[in-house]
Structures are given as structure tokens and as C-alpha cells.
Nanobody, 120 residues
């Protein structure tokens, strides 16, 4: 089970940190990632992090502004979002997959989503 939190309303240029706590599994066995879905748009990949945390990748649209990290001891993955833009407004979902999270067919679990709203 994945439980995401940390969403909210923020002004453009501001920052938020999302958290996603995993339970019921060996957290370090899973690649973790974040996806998002904006109103009226398809769900899209945001970022992922390897099992040990030594590798990350992010979508071009968030590269340099968003940072994914994880704490395997706490069973939690984070998404630090800086320099937020109105187009970052979306429901953000954390994901887990033993073999990866991209393409989405590899995903084994989805969190419930947390809403991020960026005002202009």
C-alpha cells in the first residue's frame, strides 16, 4: 500500500515536498516513481528512483526543478518540487514496481494521489 501526502495550494515560483509511505512490502526491492495527471489530460511520467537511490530520472518538463529521493529505512519516497508553475497543477501519484515504473506496464502499485495546485 502506498500513501501519498504533501499536496496543497502554492503560488507560482513556490515549493512543495510530496511524500509517499509504503507498507506491506520490502521497500528497497522496488523502484519508486511519481506520475501526475492534470485536469483533462492523460497521466504522465514525472520521475523515478532506483531501488538503492543511486540513480534517478525525470521528465524534461520538470528536470532541474523537481528532485526525487528515498529513505529506505523509513520506507518513504519524496518529490521535492521547486520553481512551481501553473502547468504543474495536477494530481500526483506515487508508484512502485520491482522491475521499474516506466513504461507504466511495469507498475505494480499506485498510491491514491495528492492534489497540487499552483496559482499564477
Amino acid at each position: 500500500q502506498l500513501q501519498a501526502s504533501g499536496g496543497g495550494l502554492v503560488q507560482a515560483g513556490g515549493s512543495l515536498r510530496l511524500s509517499c509511505a509504503a507498507s506491506g512490502r520490502t521497500f528497497s526491492n522496488y523502484v519508486m516513481g511519481w506520475f501526475r495527471q492534470a485536469p483533462g489530460k492523460e497521466r504522465e511520467f514525472v520521475a523515478f528512483i532506483t531501488r538503492s537511490g543511486d540513480g534517478t530520472s525525470a521528465a524534461d518538463s520538470v528536470k532541474g526543478r523537481f528532485t526525487i529521493s528515498r529513505d529506505n529505512a523509513k520506507g518513504t519516497v519524496y518529490l521535492r518540487m521547486d520553481s512551481l508553475k501553473p502547468e504543474d497543477t495536477a494530481v500526483y501519484y506515487c508508484t512502485a514496481g520491482r522491475y521499474g515504473v516506466f513504461p507504466p506496464s511495469y507498475i505494480e502499485s499506485w498510491g491514491q494521489g495528492t492534489l497540487v495546485t499552483v496559482s499564477s
